[in-house]
């Protein structure tokens, strides 16, 4: 379980062509706490990730780990403490072998040959990914890159995963065994995603961006209840809470038949 607090404390971030794409951001996470980051594209969440882990510095404000603030010198100190999960696993994956991969963030650490197997094959079996150990990343299906991705954080114990779009483009099997694994950690996760029912069963508060501000931080169900913040921030309730009959259509009571001619479909026999 992670002892560390992060603290983003009147935030602002300003790109050099002048987007001011973080305005007065204000909020704390508390060990072991979920926090889901949701808004429209263009809202924020990127930026804030980024200056979460350092990888740029607010232009007002100030983000800390603990009593330590983020900053170019304490980089080394944050790479312990804080593992980024990218978007696309392909930008995270770069060596020859999946345990290369996942062995590459303790070998950085100076670990011993024996204590950078343990690790790596520790955070292999976590995500049920130990039998890829010496398969090639680009040899691996989006699902098993994810994990693979996740596997090579875990192995540098961080008290807190921040994961970017951890659901993107995983089909549906693939996406739920990630909702389990995740619902498994007890690190402090923030989790920037459009996958709102993801939110539902991972997390335990959402914070909304809308144009760099937030305009709510409270429990799922509280923000999802909102129509109006809803339509404010460009979102929509997730599936699993919407009503049947909001959809477009509904699926005909009898299944279609394919086996016609091309471009037909027909209902199917009943039982004899």
């Not at 950085?108 to 950078?116: C, I, P, T, Y």
């Not at 680009?138 to 008290?159: E, F, N, T, Y």
Request: proline share 7%.
């Amino acid at each position: 379980m992670s002892h560390l607090t992060m603290t983003v404390s009147h935030v602002g971030f300003c790109y050099p062509d002048g987007h001011q794409a973080l305005d007065e951001v204000d909020f704390t996470v508390r060990p072991g706490e979920s926090v889901a980051v949701i808004g429209a594209n263009g809202a924020g969440k990127s930026t804030l990730l980024l200056l979460l882990t350092g990888f740029l510095f607010a232009s007002q404000g100030e983000v800390r780990l603990g009593n330590a603030r983020i900053s170019k010198a304490y980089l080394p100190e944050l790479r312990r403490h804080v593992g980024l999960v990218f978007q696309n696993p392909d930008d995270q994956l770069f060596m020859p072998t999946v345990f290369d991969d996942v062995a590459f963030g303790p070998l950085n650490m100076r670990m011993s040959a024996e204590d950078v197997r343990t690790v790596t094959m520790q955070a292999l079996q976590t995500v049920g990914a130990a039998h890829l150990a010496e398969r090639a990343p680009w040899q691996l299906s989006g699902g098993q890159k994810r994990a693979v991705a996740i596997a090579g954080v875990l192995a540098m114990h961080p008290d807190v995963l921040i994961l970017d779009e951890p659901s993107d483009a995983l089909d549906p099997g693939a996406r739920r065994r990630l909702i389990h694994l995740l619902q498994t950690f007890e690190h402090t996760k923030i989790i920037a995603t459009h996958d709102l029912d993801l939110v539902l069963d991972v997390c335990t508060r959402v914070i909304v961006l809308h144009e760099g501000r937030i305009l709510a931080d409270a429990h799922p169900l509280e923000v999802f209840a909102d129509a109006a913040l809803l339509a404010r921030a460009s979102l929509e309730k997730p599936l699993s809470l919407q009503p049947r009959g909001c959809y477009a259509y509904d699926l005909p009571a009898t299944p279609l038949a394919v086996d016609g001619p091309p471009g037909v479909a027909r209902p199917s026999p009943g039982p004899d």
